[in-house]
Protein backbone atom coordinates (compact mmCIF):
# COMPACT_ATOMS: atom_id res chain seq x y z
CA UNK A 1 0.00 0.00 0.00
CA UNK A 2 1.33 3.71 -0.57
CA UNK A 3 2.31 5.83 1.94
CA UNK A 4 3.70 9.32 2.00
CA UNK A 5 6.02 10.50 4.97
CA UNK A 6 5.60 13.80 5.68
CA UNK A 7 8.86 14.97 7.56
CA UNK A 8 9.87 18.16 9.65
CA UNK A 9 13.31 18.56 9.81
CA UNK A 10 15.72 21.27 11.21
CA UNK A 11 18.81 19.60 11.53
CA UNK A 12 21.15 16.20 12.07
CA UNK A 13 21.09 15.62 8.42
CA UNK A 14 22.70 12.21 8.75
CA UNK A 15 19.82 11.11 10.88
CA UNK A 16 17.24 12.47 8.72
CA UNK A 17 18.45 10.45 6.16
CA UNK A 18 19.10 7.36 7.88
CA UNK A 19 15.09 7.93 9.07
CA UNK A 20 14.48 8.22 4.94
CA UNK A 21 16.72 4.91 4.16
CA UNK A 22 14.85 2.73 7.48
CA UNK A 23 11.43 3.77 5.74
CA UNK A 24 12.09 3.20 1.90
CA UNK A 25 10.23 0.49 -0.04
CA UNK A 26 8.59 0.99 -3.34
CA UNK A 27 5.19 1.98 -1.90
CA UNK A 28 6.76 5.22 -0.22
CA UNK A 29 6.93 8.74 -0.85
CA UNK A 30 8.93 11.14 1.05
CA UNK A 31 8.18 15.15 1.56
CA UNK A 32 10.98 16.75 3.98
CA UNK A 33 10.22 20.04 5.13
CA UNK A 34 13.27 21.55 5.80
CA UNK A 35 13.26 24.98 8.44
CA UNK A 36 13.84 27.81 6.57
CA UNK A 37 16.22 28.50 9.27
CA UNK A 38 18.23 25.92 9.20
CA UNK A 39 21.73 26.24 8.30
CA UNK A 40 23.12 26.36 5.07
CA UNK A 41 25.46 23.27 5.29
CA UNK A 42 22.76 21.08 6.83
CA UNK A 43 20.92 21.85 3.34
CA UNK A 44 23.48 20.86 1.49
CA UNK A 45 24.40 17.81 3.34
CA UNK A 46 20.25 16.67 2.67
CA UNK A 47 20.87 17.67 -1.03
CA UNK A 48 23.31 15.32 -1.27
CA UNK A 49 22.08 12.65 1.09
CA UNK A 50 18.46 12.52 -0.15
CA UNK A 51 19.00 13.11 -3.73
CA UNK A 52 16.69 10.07 -4.47
CA UNK A 53 13.72 9.86 -6.77
CA UNK A 54 11.13 9.24 -4.10
CA UNK A 55 12.44 12.25 -1.98
CA UNK A 56 9.92 15.58 -2.77
CA UNK A 57 10.93 19.26 -1.01
CA UNK A 58 8.61 21.39 0.30
CA UNK A 59 8.26 25.14 -0.06
CA UNK A 60 10.72 26.29 3.40
CA UNK A 61 8.90 28.01 6.41
CA UNK A 62 10.95 29.44 8.94
CA UNK A 63 9.64 27.53 12.04
CA UNK A 64 9.66 29.14 15.19
CA UNK A 65 8.72 26.67 18.11
CA UNK A 66 5.57 26.73 20.15
CA UNK A 67 3.79 28.81 17.16
CA UNK A 68 2.01 29.01 14.35
CA UNK A 69 4.76 28.13 11.34
CA UNK A 70 4.79 24.32 12.04
CA UNK A 71 1.27 24.37 11.33
CA UNK A 72 2.11 25.98 7.97
CA UNK A 73 4.67 24.24 7.33
CA UNK A 74 2.67 20.95 7.75
CA UNK A 75 -0.32 22.29 4.82
CA UNK A 76 2.81 23.27 2.52
CA UNK A 77 3.78 19.82 2.56
CA UNK A 78 -0.37 18.60 2.29
CA UNK A 79 -0.29 20.99 -0.47
CA UNK A 80 2.77 18.69 -2.13
CA UNK A 81 1.62 15.65 -0.97
CA UNK A 82 -1.99 16.38 -2.94
CA UNK A 83 -0.17 17.97 -5.97
CA UNK A 84 1.56 14.47 -6.41
CA UNK A 85 -2.18 12.65 -5.64
CA UNK A 86 -2.21 11.89 -1.83
CA UNK A 87 -1.73 7.86 -1.31
CA UNK A 88 -4.36 6.15 1.57
CA UNK A 89 -1.72 7.47 4.55
CA UNK A 90 0.25 10.26 5.26
CA UNK A 91 2.26 9.41 7.83
CA UNK A 92 3.49 13.10 9.74
CA UNK A 93 6.82 12.55 11.49
CA UNK A 94 9.67 14.88 12.55
CA UNK A 95 13.52 14.54 11.85
CA UNK A 96 13.97 12.78 15.51
CA UNK A 97 11.61 9.71 14.80
CA UNK A 98 12.32 6.44 14.23
CA UNK A 99 10.42 3.64 13.39
CA UNK A 100 10.40 0.66 15.82
CA UNK A 101 9.11 -1.89 13.02
CA UNK A 102 9.80 -2.63 9.43
CA UNK A 103 8.58 -0.21 7.00
CA UNK A 104 6.52 -3.36 5.41
CA UNK A 105 4.94 -3.77 8.36
CA UNK A 106 4.22 -0.53 8.89
CA UNK A 107 2.39 -0.38 5.55
CA UNK A 108 0.62 -3.44 6.52
CA UNK A 109 -0.81 -1.88 9.84
CA UNK A 110 -1.73 1.16 7.75
CA UNK A 111 -3.52 -1.27 4.92
CA UNK A 112 -5.81 -3.00 7.06
CA UNK A 113 -7.06 0.89 8.24
CA UNK A 114 -8.23 2.16 4.83
CA UNK A 115 -9.95 5.95 4.99
CA UNK A 116 -9.00 5.77 8.41
CA UNK A 117 -7.05 8.69 10.39
CA UNK A 118 -5.51 7.91 13.72
CA UNK A 119 -4.71 11.12 16.00
CA UNK A 120 -4.25 11.39 19.22
CA UNK A 121 -7.65 13.77 20.17
CA UNK A 122 -9.18 15.23 23.39
CA UNK A 123 -11.17 17.86 24.04
CA UNK A 124 -10.81 21.19 25.30
CA UNK A 125 -11.01 21.52 27.88
CA UNK A 126 -8.78 18.84 28.86
CA UNK A 127 -6.81 17.63 32.34
CA UNK A 128 -4.28 16.62 30.14
CA UNK A 129 -2.95 20.62 29.85
CA UNK A 130 -4.39 21.22 32.84
CA UNK A 131 -1.39 23.44 34.15
CA UNK A 132 -2.58 25.41 30.99
CA UNK A 133 -6.44 26.08 32.13
CA UNK A 134 -6.97 22.85 30.39
CA UNK A 135 -5.47 23.92 27.14
CA UNK A 136 -7.61 27.36 27.03
CA UNK A 137 -4.98 29.62 27.87
CA UNK A 138 -3.57 28.40 24.65
CA UNK A 139 -5.98 29.58 22.70
CA UNK A 140 -7.93 32.13 24.82
CA UNK A 141 -4.82 34.71 24.89
CA UNK A 142 -3.30 35.98 21.80
CA UNK A 143 0.44 34.07 21.14
CA UNK A 144 2.99 36.34 19.49
CA UNK A 145 5.10 33.74 17.47
CA UNK A 146 8.20 36.16 17.05
CA UNK A 147 8.94 39.44 19.49
CA UNK A 148 12.10 40.98 18.55
CA UNK A 149 14.89 38.08 18.55
CA UNK A 150 12.77 35.92 20.32
CA UNK A 151 12.02 32.29 19.10
CA UNK A 152 9.17 31.08 21.51
CA UNK A 153 5.86 32.72 21.04
CA UNK A 154 4.51 35.45 23.53
CA UNK A 155 1.18 35.68 25.53
CA UNK A 156 -0.74 38.75 26.36
CA UNK A 157 -2.60 37.98 28.60
CA UNK A 158 -5.23 40.69 28.61
CA UNK A 159 -5.92 39.63 24.43
CA UNK A 160 -8.73 37.05 25.60
CA UNK A 161 -10.39 35.94 22.49
CA UNK A 162 -13.16 34.11 21.47
CA UNK A 163 -12.74 30.51 20.02
CA UNK A 164 -14.00 30.97 15.99
CA UNK A 165 -18.00 30.23 15.48
CA UNK A 166 -19.47 27.15 14.87
CA UNK A 167 -16.25 24.90 16.08
CA UNK A 168 -15.29 23.09 19.16
CA UNK A 169 -11.24 22.63 20.10
CA UNK A 170 -9.48 20.16 20.33
CA UNK A 171 -6.37 19.35 20.97
CA UNK A 172 -3.22 16.07 20.76
CA UNK A 173 -0.64 15.29 19.84
CA UNK A 174 1.15 16.82 16.21
CA UNK A 175 2.54 13.54 15.41
CA UNK A 176 -0.54 11.85 13.25
CA UNK A 177 -1.75 9.57 10.56
CA UNK A 178 -3.69 11.67 7.49
CA UNK A 179 -6.38 9.49 5.65
CA UNK A 180 -6.03 10.84 1.30
CA UNK A 181 -9.42 12.57 2.67
CA UNK A 182 -8.16 13.99 5.74
CA UNK A 183 -5.66 15.46 3.70
CA UNK A 184 -8.06 17.11 1.33
CA UNK A 185 -10.48 18.28 3.98
CA UNK A 186 -7.75 20.15 6.00
CA UNK A 187 -6.86 22.05 2.91
CA UNK A 188 -10.49 22.68 2.11
CA UNK A 189 -10.63 23.80 6.08
CA UNK A 190 -7.72 26.11 5.75
CA UNK A 191 -9.67 27.86 2.67
CA UNK A 192 -13.60 27.76 3.21
CA UNK A 193 -12.63 29.28 7.08
CA UNK A 194 -9.92 31.82 6.72
CA UNK A 195 -11.08 33.19 9.78
CA UNK A 196 -10.13 30.16 11.89
CA UNK A 197 -6.46 30.28 9.72
CA UNK A 198 -6.28 33.84 11.17
CA UNK A 199 -7.24 32.70 14.16
CA UNK A 200 -4.56 30.18 14.65
CA UNK A 201 -1.97 32.47 13.78
CA UNK A 202 -2.19 33.55 17.66
CA UNK A 203 -2.78 30.38 18.96
CA UNK A 204 0.08 28.72 21.25
CA UNK A 205 2.28 25.32 20.08
CA UNK A 206 -1.00 25.35 17.52
CA UNK A 207 -0.22 22.28 15.38
CA UNK A 208 -1.32 20.41 18.54
CA UNK A 209 -4.73 21.91 17.95
CA UNK A 210 -4.88 22.88 14.50
CA UNK A 211 -5.25 19.54 12.87
CA UNK A 212 -7.38 17.85 15.18
CA UNK A 213 -9.90 20.87 15.22
CA UNK A 214 -10.51 21.01 11.85
CA UNK A 215 -10.83 16.85 11.70
CA UNK A 216 -13.41 16.63 14.77
CA UNK A 217 -15.46 19.30 13.53
CA UNK A 218 -15.69 17.61 10.04
CA UNK A 219 -18.22 14.88 8.50
CA UNK A 220 -14.90 12.69 8.70
CA UNK A 221 -15.10 12.66 12.90
CA UNK A 222 -16.06 8.95 12.81
CA UNK A 223 -13.25 8.11 10.79
CA UNK A 224 -10.40 9.29 13.04
CA UNK A 225 -9.34 7.00 15.50
CA UNK A 226 -8.30 8.24 18.93
CA UNK A 227 -4.76 7.03 18.60
CA UNK A 228 -0.84 7.75 18.37
CA UNK A 229 1.21 5.26 16.47
CA UNK A 230 4.24 7.62 18.22
CA UNK A 231 5.76 6.19 21.72
CA UNK A 232 6.81 9.43 23.04
CA UNK A 233 7.86 10.27 27.22
CA UNK A 234 7.29 13.69 28.66
CA UNK A 235 9.80 13.94 31.86
CA UNK A 236 8.27 17.30 32.80
CA UNK A 237 8.35 20.65 31.07
CA UNK A 238 7.66 21.68 27.40
CA UNK A 239 9.65 18.98 25.59
CA UNK A 240 9.45 15.52 25.02
CA UNK A 241 12.82 12.72 26.14
CA UNK A 242 15.70 12.19 24.14
CA UNK A 243 16.08 8.91 24.61
CA UNK A 244 19.49 7.21 25.02
CA UNK A 245 20.40 3.52 24.95
CA UNK A 246 19.38 3.08 28.61
CA UNK A 247 15.74 3.52 27.51
CA UNK A 248 15.76 0.66 24.72
CA UNK A 249 13.43 -2.00 27.01
CA UNK A 250 10.83 0.92 27.23
CA UNK A 251 11.07 1.68 23.59
CA UNK A 252 11.04 -2.00 22.73
CA UNK A 253 7.99 -2.51 24.77
CA UNK A 254 6.19 0.10 23.72
CA UNK A 255 4.04 -1.54 20.93
CA UNK A 256 4.38 1.78 18.69
CA UNK A 257 5.73 1.70 15.07
CA UNK A 258 7.70 4.77 15.70
CA UNK A 259 9.37 6.57 18.70
CA UNK A 260 10.51 10.34 19.32
CA UNK A 261 13.03 11.67 19.99
CA UNK A 262 16.78 10.96 19.25
CA UNK A 263 19.68 12.85 18.64
CA UNK A 264 22.67 10.93 16.86
CA UNK A 265 24.80 13.56 18.57
CA UNK A 266 23.76 12.23 21.94
CA UNK A 267 23.39 8.81 21.62
CA UNK A 268 23.99 7.04 18.09
CA UNK A 269 24.09 3.39 20.13
CA UNK A 270 20.35 3.42 20.40
CA UNK A 271 19.56 3.32 16.69
CA UNK A 272 22.11 0.81 16.02
CA UNK A 273 20.58 -1.09 18.52
CA UNK A 274 17.04 -0.55 16.93
CA UNK A 275 18.15 -1.89 13.54
CA UNK A 276 19.61 -4.83 14.80
CA UNK A 277 17.12 -5.94 17.36
CA UNK A 278 13.31 -4.56 15.88
CA UNK A 279 13.74 -3.86 12.58
CA UNK A 280 16.41 -6.74 11.63
CA UNK A 281 19.14 -4.17 9.77
CA UNK A 282 22.66 -5.36 9.69
Known amino acids: MAVAYLIRAHHRPEQLVRLVERLATPNASFFVHLDGRADELVREALMIGLARHDVHWVPRVDVYYSGFSPVRAVVAGLEEIERAGAPPHTVLLSGQCYPLRPAPAIEAFLAERPGQSLAEHFHLPSERWAEQEGGLKRIRYRHFERFRFRTKTLSVPLLRRA ?36 FFRGVKSADEIFFQTALLNSPLRDHVANETLHYIEWPGGSHPRTFTSADFDRIAASGKLFARKFDVA ?17
Open 163 to 198: FPAGLEPWGGSAWSVLSDDAVKAVLAFRDERPDVWR
Open 266 to 282: RDVEILDRIDRELLGEG
